[in-house]
């Protein structure tokens, strides 16, 4: 049976070294935020200061979505009419 492979620039993986976007997980870590290593994840780049500034108030501002706010009422909704999780988790997260 042939091994199927993926090919991607986001991640590289291999015995003891896992790469994001080129950069080393293992020294990304303590030196740069989650923020900051979504932005590298999605933009392919380290974000600049103000850049970074509004990906950690975005996510700030998320937390405070208690049980009524259309986030988690459409995740809710799809979760409750059988979707997947997934699908549930992606439509709570677009509403945001």
């Not at 896992?18 to 933009?43: C, H, P, S, W």
């Not at 108030?57 to 706010?69: F, K, R």
Request: net charge neutral; glycine share 8%.
């Amino acid at each position: 049976m042939k091994e199927e492979t993926w090919k991607t620039a986001i991640t590289k993986v291999e015995p003891n070294k896992l790469l994001l976007r080129g950069y080393r997980i293992d020294e990304l870590m303590g030196n740069i935020t989650f923020a900051q290593a979504v932005f590298l994840a999605i933009k392919g780049e380290l974000p600049s200061e103000k850049e970074a500034r509004m990906i950690d108030a975005m996510l700030v501002s998320s937390i405070d979505h208690g049980v009524t706010p259309p986030s988690c009422l459409s995740a809710r909704t799809i979760a409750s009419a059988g979707g997947p999780l997934n699908a549930a988790l992606a439509g709570g997260i677009l509403a945001i």
